[in-house]
Protein backbone atom coordinates (compact mmCIF):
# COMPACT_ATOMS: atom_id res chain seq x y z
CA UNK A 1 0.00 0.00 0.00
CA UNK A 2 3.06 2.68 0.87
CA UNK A 3 4.78 1.58 -1.81
CA UNK A 4 1.52 2.20 -4.19
CA UNK A 5 1.03 5.42 -3.19
CA UNK A 6 4.93 6.45 -3.55
CA UNK A 7 4.71 5.46 -7.14
CA UNK A 8 1.27 7.44 -7.11
CA UNK A 9 3.03 10.85 -5.30
CA UNK A 10 5.77 10.45 -8.03
CA UNK A 11 4.03 10.39 -10.73
CA UNK A 12 2.07 13.13 -9.96
CA UNK A 13 5.17 15.05 -8.76
CA UNK A 14 6.40 14.50 -12.62
CA UNK A 15 3.30 16.26 -14.17
CA UNK A 16 3.11 18.63 -11.51
CA UNK A 17 7.07 19.70 -12.30
CA UNK A 18 5.93 20.37 -16.04
CA UNK A 19 3.31 22.77 -15.01
CA UNK A 20 5.21 24.34 -11.95
CA UNK A 21 8.01 25.15 -14.68
CA UNK A 22 5.33 26.07 -17.35
CA UNK A 23 3.68 28.23 -14.60
CA UNK A 24 7.11 30.21 -14.26
CA UNK A 25 7.47 30.90 -17.37
CA UNK A 26 7.50 34.33 -18.57
CA UNK A 27 4.26 35.85 -18.45
CA UNK A 28 2.18 35.35 -21.75
CA UNK A 29 5.39 33.34 -23.93
CA UNK A 30 4.18 29.93 -25.27
CA UNK A 31 5.74 27.05 -23.22
CA UNK A 32 8.12 24.88 -25.13
CA UNK A 33 6.89 22.35 -26.70
CA UNK A 34 7.57 18.97 -24.91
CA UNK A 35 9.96 16.97 -26.31
CA UNK A 36 9.33 13.25 -27.67
CA UNK A 37 11.21 12.01 -24.54
CA UNK A 38 8.96 14.36 -22.41
CA UNK A 39 5.59 12.71 -23.49
CA UNK A 40 7.10 9.17 -22.96
CA UNK A 41 8.21 9.64 -19.44
CA UNK A 42 4.94 11.02 -18.55
CA UNK A 43 3.25 8.60 -20.29
CA UNK A 44 4.83 5.91 -18.26
CA UNK A 45 4.39 8.04 -15.29
CA UNK A 46 0.84 7.62 -15.77
CA UNK A 47 0.69 4.35 -16.73
CA UNK A 48 2.57 3.33 -13.57
CA UNK A 49 0.51 5.49 -11.25
CA UNK A 50 -2.91 3.24 -13.03
CA UNK A 51 -1.11 0.17 -12.25
CA UNK A 52 -0.38 1.05 -8.70
CA UNK A 53 -3.58 2.58 -8.06
CA UNK A 54 -5.39 0.18 -8.93
CA UNK A 55 -3.42 -2.20 -6.43
CA UNK A 56 -3.72 -5.35 -8.17
CA UNK A 57 -3.66 -8.94 -7.03
CA UNK A 58 -1.54 -11.58 -8.07
CA UNK A 59 -4.02 -13.16 -9.75
CA UNK A 60 -5.38 -10.03 -11.62
CA UNK A 61 -1.82 -9.06 -12.97
CA UNK A 62 -2.34 -11.68 -16.10
CA UNK A 63 -4.89 -9.21 -17.46
CA UNK A 64 -2.45 -6.21 -16.89
CA UNK A 65 0.07 -6.73 -19.74
CA UNK A 66 -2.43 -5.84 -23.07
CA UNK A 67 -3.89 -3.10 -21.40
CA UNK A 68 -0.25 -1.70 -20.54
CA UNK A 69 0.64 -2.34 -24.23
CA UNK A 70 -2.47 -0.88 -25.96
CA UNK A 71 -1.29 2.23 -23.60
CA UNK A 72 2.06 2.15 -24.61
CA UNK A 73 1.09 1.42 -28.35
CA UNK A 74 -1.36 4.80 -28.48
CA UNK A 75 1.33 6.87 -26.58
CA UNK A 76 4.30 5.92 -29.40
CA UNK A 77 1.57 6.84 -32.07
CA UNK A 78 0.49 10.27 -30.51
CA UNK A 79 4.37 10.79 -30.37
CA UNK A 80 4.85 10.33 -33.90
CA UNK A 81 1.85 12.27 -35.00
CA UNK A 82 3.04 14.95 -32.61
CA UNK A 83 6.15 14.87 -34.62
CA UNK A 84 4.97 14.83 -37.75
CA UNK A 85 2.66 18.02 -36.92
CA UNK A 86 5.58 19.76 -36.12
CA UNK A 87 7.12 19.00 -39.40
CA UNK A 88 4.66 20.72 -41.48
CA UNK A 89 3.94 24.23 -41.76
CA UNK A 90 0.67 25.23 -39.60
CA UNK A 91 -2.12 26.46 -41.07
CA UNK A 92 -2.66 29.92 -40.91
CA UNK A 93 -5.27 30.57 -38.29
CA UNK A 94 -8.56 31.57 -39.27
CA UNK A 95 -8.02 30.48 -43.21
CA UNK A 96 -9.69 27.84 -43.73
CA UNK A 97 -12.51 26.98 -41.55
CA UNK A 98 -14.26 23.74 -43.23
CA UNK A 99 -10.48 22.55 -43.06
CA UNK A 100 -10.09 23.68 -39.56
CA UNK A 101 -13.30 21.37 -39.16
CA UNK A 102 -12.21 18.19 -41.49
CA UNK A 103 -9.06 18.12 -38.79
CA UNK A 104 -10.60 18.34 -35.98
CA UNK A 105 -13.04 15.52 -37.00
CA UNK A 106 -10.00 13.52 -38.19
CA UNK A 107 -8.33 13.60 -34.54
CA UNK A 108 -12.12 12.95 -33.21
CA UNK A 109 -12.19 9.75 -35.27
CA UNK A 110 -8.44 8.77 -34.38
CA UNK A 111 -9.20 9.20 -30.62
CA UNK A 112 -12.41 7.00 -30.60
CA UNK A 113 -10.45 4.53 -32.58
CA UNK A 114 -7.81 4.75 -29.49
CA UNK A 115 -10.05 4.29 -27.25
CA UNK A 116 -11.89 1.03 -28.54
CA UNK A 117 -8.34 -0.16 -28.63
CA UNK A 118 -8.00 0.56 -25.46
CA UNK A 119 -11.30 -0.59 -23.68
CA UNK A 120 -10.83 -4.03 -25.72
CA UNK A 121 -7.70 -4.18 -23.92
CA UNK A 122 -8.92 -3.08 -20.87
CA UNK A 123 -11.96 -5.34 -20.38
CA UNK A 124 -10.59 -8.71 -19.08
CA UNK A 125 -8.59 -6.63 -16.10
CA UNK A 126 -11.85 -4.64 -15.49
CA UNK A 127 -13.76 -7.51 -15.14
CA UNK A 128 -11.71 -9.03 -12.87
CA UNK A 129 -11.24 -6.02 -10.69
CA UNK A 130 -13.48 -5.49 -7.47
CA UNK A 131 -15.63 -2.87 -6.99
CA UNK A 132 -13.17 -0.57 -5.19
CA UNK A 133 -10.84 -0.78 -7.31
CA UNK A 134 -13.22 0.02 -10.34
CA UNK A 135 -13.78 3.29 -8.35
CA UNK A 136 -10.44 4.09 -8.72
CA UNK A 137 -10.08 2.65 -12.63
CA UNK A 138 -12.36 5.26 -13.44
CA UNK A 139 -10.07 7.92 -12.76
CA UNK A 140 -7.17 6.87 -12.65
CA UNK A 141 -7.44 5.57 -16.59
CA UNK A 142 -8.55 9.02 -17.60
CA UNK A 143 -5.55 10.76 -16.49
CA UNK A 144 -3.70 7.38 -18.36
CA UNK A 145 -5.53 8.03 -21.95
CA UNK A 146 -6.22 11.48 -22.55
CA UNK A 147 -3.49 13.36 -19.73
CA UNK A 148 -5.46 16.86 -21.23
CA UNK A 149 -8.52 15.73 -19.69
CA UNK A 150 -7.49 13.52 -16.52
CA UNK A 151 -8.75 15.70 -13.12
CA UNK A 152 -8.16 12.07 -11.11
CA UNK A 153 -11.10 11.58 -9.85
CA UNK A 154 -13.40 14.57 -10.56
CA UNK A 155 -16.79 13.79 -11.07
CA UNK A 156 -18.46 16.04 -14.11
CA UNK A 157 -20.68 14.72 -17.36
CA UNK A 158 -18.36 13.41 -19.59
CA UNK A 159 -15.89 12.52 -17.22
CA UNK A 160 -15.16 9.21 -17.11
CA UNK A 161 -14.23 9.21 -13.20
CA UNK A 162 -17.97 9.83 -12.96
CA UNK A 163 -19.43 7.39 -14.80
CA UNK A 164 -20.82 4.12 -13.82
CA UNK A 165 -19.08 0.67 -13.36
CA UNK A 166 -18.08 -0.54 -17.37
CA UNK A 167 -18.34 2.74 -18.92
CA UNK A 168 -14.97 3.60 -18.70
CA UNK A 169 -14.49 3.95 -22.39
CA UNK A 170 -17.94 5.28 -23.35
CA UNK A 171 -19.06 8.79 -24.46
CA UNK A 172 -18.15 11.94 -26.36
CA UNK A 173 -14.70 13.57 -26.49
Known sequence: MRQSLLVIATAFSL????AAQA???EPFAHPP???AQDIAAFS???????????QL???????WPALETALRDIAKARIAHLAERRDK?????DSDALGALQRRAQHMVAHA???DKIAAAAKPLYDSLDEAQKRR???LVEGAVDPHRGHMGGHHPGHMGGRGPGEFGAGPD
Open 44 to 54: DARIAALKAGL
Open 15 to 18: CGAA
Open 23 to 25: ANA
Open 113 to 115: GEL
Open 33 to 35: HPS
Open 137 to 139: FGA
Open 57 to 63: KSDQEKN
Open 89 to 93: APPAP
